[in-house]
């Protein structure tokens, strides 16, 4: 051609563009099964592991107690948007200075938009769980925010006093730094005692891995011994660090759990396209503070 373009060239972009992330998918595949395989002696059946493989559960398949929702709205838990946008929200509210009229507001807007859970510092439990009792909206709390780095009978008395408080759900903070170096044993022991502690009541667990601190392989590695010491979900990050969620996260996190488990994105969720390309990616509850303003901008109203 006469001004010296390659009409092949934007082909030729994309076909490497294509082989690229098929070489990223096919690294992340070999990474998360040799992962699997390093920890299935933790789980003798290999039952949890090998349910990674496979689509998600069902609700009903996984053993979870009936969503109180019914069919209108979304399963706040199930993996699937079979409602609003709103039913898959966390609504949150954990920063420092949070007031007791904050938790107030927070719950009066976890009611009106059908949120999934409002979750709030373990201070507010009960205040949380009084005011939204007898809507399906949970009390969901967190343990060991936001390091991670409390003593293992520290997080699960923190967990039995929340779920004795009325907490239904409780997001644990990983220890990091135990992850980091190595002691898998330990990592798997603290989780496996908080997620005892909130079964007592029947409250499910989330493990937060603070994914901007990990890499790759110790994303994948957190995911396996969450799944191996019975939590419900994976969750992204606590808010708290140098960066929230990521699309490619929570699609590393899917692909390692698979049907097991379900996974949470947080931190940086501000707006309903961010949401919505979480989900996409393979997350099943959002946690975010922009909650009102995310269903808004989705269209969503209050319900009657």
């Given at each position: 051609?006469q001004?010296?373009?390659?009409?092949?060239?934007a082909?030729?972009?994309?076909?490497?563009?294509?082989?690229?992330?098929?070489?990223?998918?096919?690294?992340?595949?070999?990474l998360?099964?040799?992962?699997?395989g390093?920890?299935?002696?933790?789980?003798?059946?290999?039952?949890?592991?090998?349910r990674?493989?496979?689509?998600?559960?069902?609700?009903?398949?996984?053993?979870?107690?009936?969503d109180?929702?019914?069919?209108?709205?979304?399963?706040?838990?199930?993996?699937?948007?079979?409602?609003?946008?709103?039913?898959?929200?966390?609504?949150?509210?954990?920063?420092?200075?949070?007031?007791?009229?904050?938790?107030?507001?927070?719950?009066?807007?976890a009611?009106?938009?059908?949120?999934?859970?409002v979750?709030?510092?373990?201070?507010?439990?009960?205040l949380?769980?009084?005011?939204?009792?007898?809507?399906?909206?949970?009390?969901?709390?967190v343990?060991?925010?936001?390091?991670?780095?409390?003593?293992?009978?520290?997080?699960?008395f923190?967990?039995?006093?929340?779920?004795?408080?009325?907490?239904?759900?409780?997001?644990?903070?990983?220890?990091?730094?135990?992850?980091?170096?190595?002691?898998?044993d330990?990592?798997?022991?603290?989780?496996?005692?908080?997620?005892?502690?909130a079964?007592?009541?029947?409250?499910?667990?989330?493990?937060?891995?603070?994914?901007?601190?990990?890499?790759?392989?110790?994303?994948?590695?957190?995911?396996?011994?969450?799944?191996?010491?019975?939590?419900?979900?994976?969750?992204?990050?606590?808010?708290?660090?140098?960066?929230?969620a990521?699309?490619s996260?929570v699609?590393?996190?899917r692909?390692t759990?698979?049907?097991?488990?379900?996974?949470?994105?947080?931190?940086?969720?501000?707006?309903?396209?961010?949401?919505?390309?979480?989900?996409?990616s393979g997350?099943?509850?959002?946690?975010?503070?922009?909650?009102?303003?995310?269903?808004?901008?989705?269209?969503?109203?209050?319900?009657n």
């Open positions: 051609m001004d010296g373009s390659d009409p092949g060239a082909n030729r972009q994309a076909m490497t563009e294509q082989e690229r992330k098929a070489c990223i998918e096919q690294e992340r595949k070999v998360i099964e040799r992962v699997r390093r920890f299935r002696a933790t789980d003798p059946s290999g039952a949890a592991l090998d990674a493989e496979e689509g998600p559960l069902s609700r009903e398949a996984a053993g979870w107690p009936r109180e929702r019914g069919d209108e709205g979304a399963d706040a838990s199930s993996g699937r948007l079979s409602g609003p946008l709103a039913g898959c929200i966390d609504h949150t509210a954990l920063k420092p200075g949070t007031t007791v009229e904050d938790v107030r507001r927070l719950c009066e807007e009611r009106l938009y059908g949120f999934a859970a979750c709030v510092n373990p201070c507010y439990v009960a949380a769980a009084g005011r939204l009792e007898g809507t399906p909206v949970a009390t969901c709390t343990i060991g925010f936001p390091l991670g780095a409390s003593a293992t009978v520290t997080k699960a923190e967990t039995h006093r929340a779920v004795r408080d009325g907490a239904r759900e409780v997001d644990v903070v990983v220890n990091i730094g135990m992850l980091k170096s190595g002691r898998w330990y990592v798997e022991s603290d989780l496996r005692a908080v997620v005892r502690a079964r007592s009541a029947g409250a499910i667990t989330k493990v937060i891995l603070e994914t901007a601190l990990l890499t790759d392989e110790e994303k994948v590695t957190a995911c396996v011994l969450a799944q191996n010491a019975g939590a419900r979900f994976v969750k992204t990050s606590t808010g708290f660090a140098r960066g929230g990521t699309p996260d699609s590393l996190m692909s759990v698979g049907r097991a488990m379900e996974v949470k994105a947080s931190g940086g969720i501000r707006t309903a396209e961010a949401a919505l390309s979480m989900i996409a997350a099943s509850r959002i946690g975010t503070s922009s909650s009102v303003e995310i269903v808004r901008n989705h269209g969503e109203t209050v319900r």
